[in-house]
């Protein structure tokens, strides 16, 4: 079966943007409205540090070897010009696979590990709509807010542990190209790396995190919060993500130290990664 022979026959199971309310569109890209990004732009804007990135691609060091692994023979076997990025839960790159010459092309836009593709950075991509929606989107062609990748089809699936997104693949590739098949490709993909996840990390830092959120019963907005300020995330790019205020954020976190009886951030550090 060719990969990328279109088919009538296989019922799609993933979400575009024609499938979104145009309202709800809109106002999803009111946060990106607001940064004035022009779609014409010839490089990314949103790009952690070299300190940042060090310490974000050690946390998700085990997710990358495993996805690695099982995206390896992929990489491989496509011939065309192609990249698989994978994030972390907002939408950050901590690593790119592809051939040599389309990661060094890549970079010349400023896009790499530490590169945000969340809607407030970069508008509408596969990655911040599967984030909006988590679960599997596709968005092809002149549908990207960007004028760089008009040329690209994109795939992204979330990467679920224990109930929750913690990260996403997402597969780029010429627009000439049908989806069908290679969605089915990169959920089951997925799937595997899901597995993978929880065989060969059953008592992981992530796991022992979500039952401490449970234990000091932490809201969902909570939860969210708390993981973005254990990844080193400031106030302002939390609250750019979420969409709210950043005194929001201030008194959010006040709330969290309250219930998780600590007094600063370096007590919170001790109690959730020791």
């Not at 896009?111 to 593709?117: A, C, E, I, R």
Request: proline share 3%; charged share 25%.
């Amino acid at each position: 079966m060719n990969l990328f022979v279109p088919s009538e026959s296989v019922q799609h199971t993933w979400h575009c943007l024609a499938d979104i309310c145009p309202i709800k569109v809109r106002k999803w890209m009111e946060s990106f409205d607001i940064r004035g990004i022009c779609s014409d732009t010839n490089r990314l804007n949103d790009r952690l540090s070299s300190p940042d990135i060090e310490h974000l691609t050690q946390r998700y060091e085990w997710l990358v070897s495993i996805a690695r692994e099982e995206l390896a023979a992929l990489n491989i076997a496509i011939f065309v010009p192609h990249v698989f990025v994978i994030c972390d839960p907002y939408g950050i790159a901590i690593e790119l696979i592809g051939k040599e010459d389309t990661i060094v092309g890549l970079e010349h836009i400023n896009f790499g590990v530490g590169t945000s593709f969340a809607i407030e950075s970069t508008g509408f991509n596969a990655i911040s709509l599967a984030m909006k929606l988590e679960s599997t989107a596709v968005v092809q062609g002149k549908e990207h807010s960007l004028d760089l990748f008009q040329n690209w089809s994109s795939i992204c699936v979330p990467i679920r542990l224990n109930g929750a997104v913690y990260g996403y693949v997402d597969f780029s590739f010429n627009t000439n190209m049908d989806v069908t098949f290679a969605v089915i490709l990169m959920e089951k993909t997925v799937c595997l790396i899901e597995k993978k996840l929880v065989r060969k990390n059953p008592e992981s830092k992530f796991e022992k995190m979500e039952k401490l959120y449970e234990q000091f019963r932490l809201t969902k907005r909570e939860k969210e919060i708390a993981c973005g300020w254990l990844q080193n995330k400031s106030v302002m790019d939390m609250a750019n993500v979420l969409g709210i205020t950043e005194g929001t954020i201030r008194n959010m976190l006040k709330k969290i130290y309250a219930k998780t009886g600590v007094c600063n951030k370096g007590e919170f550090f001790r109690k959730f990664l020791s």
